[in-house]
């Protein structure tokens, strides 16, 4: 009987290894078809097309694309030349591959008409539609997308891939993808029909404040404050936007006392009265209104699409900027040619506009670098590390003037953009980015919290 099943187990080896080998030929023999993708053989070109549009890690009739998160798990050319018949030991998404190409994937082997190469994966995605995409030429040092689109500065953009963000500027809807070593963008066509794509590229630059950089800047914030040393090789490429000061308006009135969820529901509310540009997977995209068109919509009607008390701030402040000689986007516009507290007094007089929310529209649309927002957050960063005398004291008009001052004080006239980045390491959803001994304590607290929890509950079982 055991001579019998070892029998059968070598002829059936035998035959696998024959069947193999007839494919293996019959691929070889064709110099368009080199690739074997699941049960599918494809040429190279298609192979790298479907990689990039979510297909997976590439099997060759020589080898596999063997892909892990580091240069040693990937198996070299040259040691490949006898691997015949090597599967794939994982079958990755393109979502999953450009991740990990960031972690130090460099490349999957392939065989292209009998010989062997490489495809850098790194490269993949920029080669989807690459008379589409266009580089920014920026690198991470200077702008990283995740530690400047989604931290509260702009309710405009959501995440539509791994490392990769939709949003719309000016009239442009725009996906950033950010890469290795740069950030590609593509402008997608409005329904209007063909995009000026040169104009595009000068308003997402100008929307990132790339004429500003961070290198001599962030230098300088290093060398007067200790927390921001600590915290700036983690938080790289935090930066500021400037964002169209209407639009800037009408989402910091939506943030008053509000959480992001909300608000952001909120500003996709009020987009929805411009005009759409596109869909992009399942999402419609739409230019902020003009405020002749937000002026179409009533207060009942945001008060049950869940705005509350806010309505009326979005009615009255539509009313007088509307009332403006000039008019009210222009009348905005003139704000960044006036001084930080003339700006932050004419802001003021809107319905629904403080110190605070003033602050954050000067900062993020008014070119007002030395702005402070100061709210909870902020307050805890200064009397932690700034002010340290007013621990314990409450929070108060006269004592944002204070805050705001020792800011200024110890950064200069960019310190806005210092305090954006101590601001986001303050944020929980961004303690991720940071070691656990730069996490803020609230933050690890909840953790130890959680931890205790759960041994409580294991005890218990």
């Not at 062997?116 to 790194?122: F, N, P, Q």
């Not at 690198?139 to 530690?147: D, R």
């Not at 995009?195 to 997402?204: K, P, S, T, W």
């Not at 900027?321 to 905005?332: A, F, I, M, N």
């Amino acid at each position: 009987f055991h001579s019998r099943k070892l029998l059968l187990c070598v002829c059936s080896s035998i035959a696998r290894i024959l069947a193999s080998c007839l494919f293996i030929d019959a691929a070889m023999a064709s110099a368009k078809r080199p690739f074997r993708m699941g049960r599918k053989v494809v040429s190279a070109d298609e192979a790298e097309r479907d990689c990039s549009f979510g297909a997976c890690a590439i099997s060759s009739p020589l080898g596999s694309a063997h892909v892990g998160l580091s240069k040693e798990r990937i198996p070299k050319a040259q040691d490949c030349q006898g691997a015949r018949g090597m599967r794939t030991k994982r079958c990755l998404s393109f979502d999953e591959l450009s991740k990990q190409s960031q972690h130090n994937v460099a490349s999957v082997l392939f065989v292209e008409e009998g010989s062997l190469g490489e495809i850098d994966v790194s490269g993949l995605s920029e080669r989807v539609n690459n008379q589409d995409w266009r580089s920014l030429g920026i690198g991470p040092s200077e702008l990283t997308l995740a530690l400047t689109l989604p931290t509260g500065q702009s309710f405009r953009w959501k995440r539509t891939g791994s490392s990769e963000f939709t949003g719309v500027v000016g009239n442009y809807l725009y996906s950033l993808r950010q890469r290795k070593d740069d950030v590609y963008f593509l402008v997608h066509r409005s329904e209007a029909g063909l995009v000026d794509v040169e104009d595009a590229e000068r308003c997402l630059r100008d929307y990132l404040n790339l004429g500003t950089s961070l290198k001599d800047m962030w230098a300088a914030f290093k060398a007067v404050d200790a927390r921001f040393a600590a915290l700036a090789p983690y938080l790289a490429g935090a930066r500021l936007l400037r964002q169209h000061p209407l639009e800037c308006v009408f989402q910091f009135i939506c943030s008053s006392n509000n959480h992001i969820h909300r608000i952001t529901n909120m500003v996709d509310y009020l987009a929805s009265l411009g005009p759409q540009l596109a869909t992009v997977k399942g999402i419609p995209y739409h230019a902020f209104p003009s405020l002749d068109q937000l002026a179409t919509v009533t207060e009942t009607q945001l008060r049950n699409a869940g705005f509350g008390y806010r309505a009326k701030y979005i009615i009255g402040t539509v009313q007088e900027l509307q009332s403006k000689e000039q008019g009210g986007e222009e009348w905005l516009f003139s704000l960044r040619n006036r001084s930080l507290e003339d700006a932050v007094t004419a802001l003021c007089s809107l319905p629904g506009i403080g110190p605070k929310v003033a602050a954050c529209i000067a900062l993020f649309s008014l070119d007002q670098h030395h702005a402070i927002p100061v709210d909870t957050h902020v307050w805890q960063i200064a009397t932690k590390y700034l002010t340290p005398e007013l621990a314990g004291a409450r929070l108060s008009p006269k004592l944002h003037n204070t805050v705001s001052e020792a800011f200024v004080k110890r950064f200069g006239k960019y310190a806005g953009w210092a305090h954006t980045v101590l601001f986001i390491a303050e944020l929980s959803s961004h303690q991720i980015f940071l070691p656990e001994h730069l996490r803020t304590e609230k933050v690890m607290k909840k953790k130890a919290k959680t931890r205790k929890k759960r041994k409580m509950k294991a005890d218990i079982l």
